[in-house]
């Protein structure tokens, strides 16, 4: 039977078909919609920048051993060699400079650091004391004030490289890295570059071999100084107070470079020597100056060098340069770069407890919740009342379904309850309409009308429709013939309003489907079993779903104001005191998405009407009854575990790689694996009461690499979307009628 009207006039051969008007909007919307995928990348890759950036400065990558032993030095200069602790390269000549006697460098390595470089710093003002510092650029991003009150205070600063690589073993480029991003640093921290340079684990320049020379003479040639030392604490040894001085100490009244630490470990004893140092010395006639300071003294005139005098205060800053144009501007966006992921990674590690928590917690939930469902409805004598016998009416909602309809409506043929069928063709272009009509199954009706959209056709199926239950399913869905029997019998119980069945992918033989339907059995019917007990089920699925005509006509019907027309409906219910439960032997089998686009389209449709659904009914927070039941109970935790936990949820993907690269690889994989075992015991139990096959679970690994990842990004972009505004109306999948009627589960 046909209702009412004539079928559309097909178009004229050799002419193209005009686009409906639902083709035309999902154009736009289209169009309107790629802004927004492309903000929701930016956000992710410069997430991805910050935890990157983050990392290289606090540990290095690449490996920092030193393996060489007994290296020969045979491409060494002797006069460096047996030379003072200064090394540069006027007209390109490698020449050294001695301090002068009496006369005292003091250099301190590894710094800034927030707890120990002030405290250096306050010492040396009290005293009076320049001192020269070596920086190492990650520090100096991560504390650029300490490096500002430094040069302001009157000491000098050097290079000691980006992350404290030994240079020995790095590329040309790996070198030019290091020196230019501390230079970049120095910039952005102080406004100055500089000209020293001391290498990590560097020593007396009798330790420099074939290895290293070539560093220090292409660092050289660019106009480097490279400063060694003389004297060396071993404060890093924490051997105690009395021999860090006593090591310090140069003998017979000779002039050193000496070396002490102000971060890279635990420096108390440090602090507490460097004092006594001081006064000892001057109190043996020693004076303190920079490395400028001795090179302003005296000129280089080759190794072993001396001289001696007053040095000008401005001598003691003769290495810096000011930092101008580029340099300055790349310095000071590095150091605004390190202070974003300065604040940005502690508040994600924060949200990374937080998110495994609640992750963690709703697994429990599940089992707890899910376990006890089972038990409830499969005692003997759980029952919602007298068999309902009665006739339903089967809505079937149909746009440009030609593939699939066939197969829908001889699924519900065989139906062993009564029902009528119909068949709400919404301005289909295909001939699905014809095909309907075509297969001459009783007790089917086809309504036409001009394309309005899916809540449009459903509304229209349901005034249409003779009984008082009416069973709404997409077109292409299929139904095993016991499947809307089990479905209306919770209307046995007169609270019961609305009633979700069991929807399952039926095209799982690909690696797509494959992936939904362990989402399907795990993360959509686990979750309503959990919801029908706490009675606050969120939806119920467009592929399944039984309602009272009175309670769908009591809430206005199926509103076109979300994207979600099936959750819309669902906590209207609630809103309206009906009970809306899930039936889990009522099973349906749908066709799901076959490529990723069609699943992103999807997907990003159910999370932003989700959004938009929650947000129409955010009044039900403070009702009363079933509706403040609902907003109290079911609100929170479908925000929480639908939104806010997945939004947040990449964070563990995230500082999991993070913590392979920069931490502890094995420990971070096995807390990944640790995760992964949950997971497949929550989707093996689910498995077990969907009496499903568990073979699918092998698949699981590779769905938690990249299926749940373009969840997390379709998400992402709904939130973009929800923030930023924006509006899509029902979209159309391609579908391919693979899905045909079921011989059983597995």
């Known amino acids: 039977m046909t209702t009412p009207s004539t079928p559309p006039t097909p178009p004229a051969r050799g002419r193209r078909r005009a686009p409906s008007r639902m083709e035309r909007a999902a154009g736009r919307a289209a169009a309107l919609q790629r802004p927004r995928v492309l903000l929701a990348l930016l956000l992710l890759l410069a997430l991805t920048c910050v935890m990157l950036l983050d990392g290289y400065l606090r540990a290095e990558v690449g490996g920092d051993q030193r393996v060489r032993t007994g290296a020969s030095a045979s491409d060494v200069p002797d006069d460096v060699l047996d030379g003072g602790p200064i090394l540069s390269f006027p007209g390109g000549r490698a020449t050294t400079v001695s301090v002068p ?6 250099t301190f390595d590894d710094g800034p650091d927030p707890t120990w470089t002030p405290q250096v710093l306050e010492i040396l003002e009290k005293y009076d004391v320049p001192g020269t510092f070596f920086l190492v650029g990650s520090m100096v991003s991560r504390h650029p004030g300490i490096v500002r009150d430094m040069v302001e205070q009157g000491n000098e600063v050097g290079v000691h490289t980006f992350t404290h690589v030994d240079l020995s073993y790095q590329s040309q480029a790996r070198v030019t890295r290091e020196i230019e991003q501390t230079q970049l640093a120095l910039a952005g921290a102080a406004g100055i570059t ?10 007396q320049t009798d330790a420099i071999d074939n290895y290293s020379w070539p560093v220090y003479e292409s660092l050289g040639e660019d106009g480097y100084t490279s400063v060694f030392i003389d004297t060396d604490s ?3 040894k924490r051997p105690g107070v009395s021999k860090i001085v006593q090591w310090a100490t140069p003998e017979d009244g000779e002039g050193a470079s000496v070396l002490f630490h102000d971060a890279g470990g635990e420096r108390s004893q440090t602090i507490e020597a460097l004092p006594k140092y001081i006064e000892k010395m001057k109190a043996k006639g020693y004076t303190f100056t920079t490395v400028s300071g001795v090179m302003a003294d005296q000129q280089p005139t080759g190794a072993g060098s001396t001289g001696a005098g007053p040095v000008g205060e401005q001598g003691l800053q003769a290495a810096h340069h000011e930092a101008t144009g580029a340099t300055l501007y790349e310095g000071k966006a590095l150091i605004a770069a390190v202070a974003v992921a300065e604040w940005t990674v502690p508040a994600l590690s924060v949200g990374l407890v937080i998110v495994g928590v609640a992750v963690m917690g709703r697994f429990a939930m599940m089992l707890v919740l899910a376990r006890r469902h089972h038990r409830q409805r499969n005692r003997r004598r759980f029952s919602w009342g007298p068999p309902v016998t009665g006739p339903v009416s089967v809505i079937v909602p149909a746009y440009n379904e030609k593939e699939c309809i066939e197969a829908t409506l001889r699924s519900l043929a065989r139906s062993t309850h009564p029902i009528e069928i119909i068949v709400v063709d919404d301005g289909s272009t295909d001939g699905t309409a014809e095909i309907a009509e075509s297969l001459g199954l009783p007790g089917v009706r086809v309504v036409r009308q001009a394309n309005a959209g899916k809540p449009a056709a459903l509304n ?43 929807a399952k992918v039926g095209n799982r033989r690909t690696l797509i489907g494959a992936w939904q339907h362990i989402e399907y059995v795990m993360g959509f019917n686990l979750d309503r079993r959990m919801y029908d007990l706490l009675r606050c089920m969120p939806t119920i699925p467009g592929a399944i779903g039984a309602f009272r005509r009175e309670a769908v006509l009591q809430v206005g019907g199926m509103s076109d104001d979300t994207l979600a027309e099936d959750t819309d409906i669902t906590i209207a219910l609630h809103r309206a005191g009906r009970r809306v439960v899930y039936e889990e032997h009522a099973r349906a089998w749908t066709e799901a998405p076959g490529s990723l686009g069609q699943l992103w389209s999807q997907r990003y449709r159910w999370s932003y009407g989700t959004m938009q659904a929650l947000w129409k009914h955010r009044r039900c927070l403070t009702d009363k009854g079933p509706s403040g039941r609902f907003g109290r109970v079911g609100m929170p935790l479908v925000v929480l575990f639908q939104v806010v936990t997945p939004v947040f949820a990449p964070l563990i993907d995230v500082f999991t790689v993070y913590s392979m690269v920069f931490v502890d690889f094995r420990a971070a994989l096995l807390a990944w694996l640790a995760v992964l075992a949950v997971q497949l015991v929550c989707a093996a139990y689910a498995f077990r009461l969907d009496r499903e096959k568990y073979r699918y679970l092998l698949m699981m690994p590779l769905q938690q690499l990249a299926y749940r990842q373009m969840m997390y990004l379709v998400l992402i972009h709904s939130c973009v979307t929800a923030l930023t505004g924006g509006r899509l109306r029902w979209q159309k999948l391609k579908r391919t009628g693979e899905v045909g009627t079921p011989a059983g589960t597995g």
Do not use: C
Not at 195 to 202: G, H, K
């Open 234 to 236: 071993d404060d890093w």
């Open 194 to 203: 500089t000209t020293l340079f001391r290498a990590p684990y560097s020593s």
């Open 460 to 502: 229209n199926g349901v005034r249409h429709a003779r009984y008082d239950i009416v069973v709404m399913m997409d077109g292409d869905t299929v139904f095993e013939p016991d499947t809307v029997r089990h479905l209306v019998q919770p209307f046995a119980d007169p609270s019961v309003g609305a009633v979700a069945g069991n």
């Open 101 to 106: 006697d009496k006369t005292i460098v003091l």
